[in-house]
T-cell receptor
Framework: AQSVAQPEDQVNVAEGNPLTVKCTYSVSGNPYLFWYVQYPNRGLQFLLKYITGDNLVKGSYGFEAEFNKSQTSFHLKKPSALVSDSALYFCAVTLRAGTYKYIFGTGTRLKVLA | GAVVSQHPSRVICKSGTSVKIECRSLDFQATTMFWYRQFPKKSLMLMATSNEGSKATYEQGVEKDKFLINHASLTLSTLTVTSAHPEDSSFYIC?????????????FGPGTRLTVT
């Protein structure tokens, strides 16, 4: 079965420290990969995506993600966390053929401590 | 980036009544929109894929007669929860894509909090 895993329910990091939110996937073929952020009682905001090319993708609000094909991972990173980054983060993938639906991870709650 | 709106943002209704939620793509045309349901502290559950001018495609386990979807134009999709019951209380989120290719990201609306009393 196709799946996306976010192994950490919650990640705590001190403000100013680098942060990493992990995502691994198990799907057939080469998927497209996405990261979203959700603030309380809000919809999801698009952060970045990997389509092809450079494995390091830069996105909104200083976030970046590294695609690693051999490890089937797409971890989200930021060099210096802000308290305002505290939110729920979702990794999603779509297949290059088929229905093009998102397969979502279970979400990781990031808490940045002042 | 592209903007998707939802209306209402919050609705309370009595058990047995119907509620309509609108999803609009404000600055782009969307041939495909998606409807999700999100439970507290949980990921999004895809309910259906809405295609402009045709019938929606529902996910397994989603009652199509209970959750009516209409995608009447390239900028508007509606979800009607018919004969709502307390167990239908949830956070409903729609999304839309600018293009058909899977490389296009989905843009999400702000969500609608439905409470059925």
């Amino acid at each position: 079965a196709q799946s996306v895993a976010q192994p950490e329910d919650q990640v705590n990091v001190a403000e100013g420290n680098p942060l990493t939110v992990k995502c691994t996937y198990s799907v057939s073929g080469n998927p497209y990969l996405f990261w979203y952020v959700q603030y309380p009682n809000r919809g999801l905001q698009f952060l970045l995506k990997y389509i092809t090319g450079d494995n390091l993708v830069k996105g909104s609000y200083g976030f970046e993600a590294e695609f690693n094909k051999s490890q089937t991972s797409f971890h989200l990173k930021k060099p210096s966390a802000l308290v305002s980054d505290s939110a729920l983060y979702f990794c999603a993938v779509t297949l290059r053929a088929g229905t093009y639906k998102y397969i979502f991870g279970t979400g990781t709650r990031l808490k940045v401590l002042a | 980036g592209a903007v998707v709106s939802q209306h209402p943002s919050r609705v309370i209704c009595k058990s047995g009544t119907s509620v309509k939620i609108e999803c609009r793509s404000l600055d782009f045309q969307a041939t495909t929109m998606f409807w999700y349901r999100q439970f507290p502290k949980k990921s999004l559950m895809l309910m259906a894929t809405s295609n402009e001018g045709s019938k929606a495609t529902y996910e397994q386990g989603v009652e199509k007669d209970k959750f009516l979807i209409n995608h009447a134009s390239l900028t508007l999709s509606t979800l009607t929860v018919t004969s709502a019951h307390p167990e239908d209380s949830s956070f409903y989120i729609c999304s839309a894509r600018e293009g058909e290719a899977p490389s296009y990201e989905q843009y999400f609306g702000p969500g609608t909090r439905l409470t059925v009393t």
